[in-house]
């Protein structure tokens, strides 16, 4: 059974770059078929999708963070990485990895049975 565990810096200062790396064990990151994607929750909003890193290193980011998102993986540690640039105060979310086996779509509801596999999220806060 795949199961995914992100890590985080817990806190970033405004400006910096915030980096949170998914780990997955189980399974391959580069198993065909499969996409390995990056949501996060501000308080008191709902889940929303950033970006995806598909099993053959293609990678596809949400208009909403185009330009401040960079995603790569390490096939030899079986991670993928989300760095997001130019945080401010409102990037304060909880962050999730979460494999699939579809694209998530910009703007749609976001149902976490659809997917087959989520981290339990990594707390980053945005404060100096």
């Known amino acids: 059974q795949v199961q995914l565990q992100e890590s985080g810096p817990g806190l970033v200062k405004p400006s910096q770059i915030l980096s949170v790396t998914c780990t997955v064990s189980g399974d391959s990151i580069t198993t065909p078929s499969f996409y390995l994607n990056w949501f996060r929750r501000p308080p008191g909003k709902e889940l929303e999708w950033m970006g995806t890193?598909?099993?053959?290193?293609?990678?596809y980011e949400s208009p909403s963070f185009r330009n401040r998102i960079i995603m790569y993986r390490d096939t030899s540690k079986n991670q993928f990485t989300l760095q997001l640039g130019a945080v401010t105060p409102e990037d304060t979310a909880v962050y999730y990895c979460?494999?699939?086996?579809?694209?998530?779509?910009?703007?749609?509801?976001?149902?976490?049975?659809?997917?087959?596999?989520w981290g339990q999220g990594t707390q980053v806060t945005v404060s100096a």
């Open positions: 979460a494999r699939s086996k579809f694209r998530p779509q910009w703007k749609r509801d976001v149902r976490r049975d659809d997917y087959d596999a």
């Open positions: 890193l598909v099993w053959n290193g293609d990678t």
